[in-house]
């Protein structure tokens, strides 16, 4: 069985310019060849000019894993209690629990319990990203949520990057459970992800976009390629936080880094936009790229967001 459908249990690992997605790859494909073979199998395929330049090599279609894959050191997810007032922690796509767990440590130190899921198809190999759908991601999330408020009563979700999208989605959707929302570097809308569904009958993947940080040394735990399929399916989820935005009623903090070369700061400025909640606020990184909780300015992060929790949970 396939290690997306089976639910990770919290309680036993206590204490543990912009780049495109999609868009600079379908910008310069050029596979006439690979569009020749595909009409040849009867599958009607739309020629974006462009896609030999990125068009790799890769082995035949994906398939589902036959053994559940090793999770790589340092990707195992994490649980910290501290104290009645919890955290969930949403890490970003291709990424790792390694991006959040800094943050966990540190709310733990100040009282505040915290849990890091590892979410489908990541901390593994990019292969198994292939198979994760966004609605995995959804439900590990939950899980994530109802394994800490079993232990807190109040509790916010705070996620980074497409984290940041799936935080927003969870907090639209499940608000009486839930004091308030953080997005770190959010992604909600991209429309040249809208490309997905045709790249991905080209080519397999394309070459990774992570570690994106300014601080010398820090390197943040990706992978190395990204599955076109699982792009589509970040889409996917990126239109469902989109359209929940004007629901979301919820206590609002949105950090934004000033240098992003990976999410436009646009995202930010439209989830900001677009929620429905009174108390909302939008603060600006000035010395961080877009891993901005691996970054020079984690610590301001991670102060901000307790005086969050203070304001919105109580003591």
Same mark, same amino acid.
């Given at each position: 069985?396939?290690?997306?459908n089976? =639910? ?5 690992? !206590?204490? *543990? ?7 600079? @790859? ?14 040849? &199998? +009867? ?13 790799? /090599?890769?082995? =035949?279609?994906a ?9 790589? /050191? ?30 966990? !440590? ?7 319990? $915290? ?10 190999? @990019? ?9 995995? @991601?959804?439900r ?8 800490? $408020?079993s232990?807190?009563d109040r ?5 980074q ?14 608000? !009486? ?8 570097? /959010?992604?909600?809308?991209? /429309? ?14 394309? *070459?990774?976009?992570g570690?994106?940080? *300014? ?9 190395? &390629? ?8 970040? +889409? ?9 935005? =004007? #629901?979301? #009623?919820? =206590? ?11 999410? *436009?700061?646009?995202n $930010? ?16 990184? $000035? ?29």
């Amino acid at each position: 069985m396939s290690h997306q459908n089976t =639910p990770i249990d919290y309680r036993a690992i !206590e204490g *543990k310019g912009n780049a495109s997605y999609v868009g600079i @790859w379908c910008a310069r494909m050029d596979v006439p060849h690979t569009a020749r073979a595909a009409r040849g &199998r +009867g599958r009607r395929v739309r020629v974006v000019p462009g896609a030999a330049a990125l068009s790799q /090599p890769d082995v =035949p279609s994906a398939r589902a894993p036959l053994t559940t894959p090793r999770v790589l /050191p340092g990707a195992e997810p994490f649980r910290f209690d501290a104290g009645p007032r919890g955290a969930l922690l949403l890490h970003g796509f291709t990424g790792a629990p390694a991006s959040m767990r800094p943050f966990g !440590e540190w709310l733990a130190s100040q009282g505040v319990s $915290s849990v890091g899921p590892r979410l489908p198809g990541h901390g593994t190999t @990019w292969e198994d990203l292939e198979t994760a759908t966004w609605r995995q @991601w959804e439900r590990e999330a939950l899980t994530a949520l109802d394994d800490l $408020s079993s232990r807190c009563d109040r509790v916010i979700v705070v996620g980074q990057s497409m984290g940041g999208a799936l935080a927003l989605h969870v907090a639209a959707t499940n608000q !009486e459970r839930l004091r308030g929302v953080v997005a770190i570097n /959010p992604i909600v809308r991209r /429309p040249d992800l809208l490309f997905a569904p045709v790249a991905r009958l080209v080519m397999r993947s394309a *070459k990774g976009i992570g570690n994106d940080i *300014k601080k010398p040394g820090q390197d943040e735990l990706v992978y190395t &390629r990204i599955p076109l399929r699982a792009v589509n399916q970040m +889409g996917k989820l990126l239109r469902a936080a989109d359209r929940g935005l =004007p #629901t979301l #009623t919820l =206590p609002l903090l949105v950090f934004n880094a000033v240098e992003d070369h990976t999410v *436009k700061p646009a995202n $930010s400025q439209r989830v900001i936009a677009r929620a429905a909640s009174t108390k909302k606020d939008l603060l600006l990184l $000035s010395n961080s790229y877009h891993v901005a909780t691996l970054d020079y300015d984690a610590p301001y992060i991670f102060d901000q967001t307790l005086r969050f929790i203070d304001e919105v949970c109580g003591p």
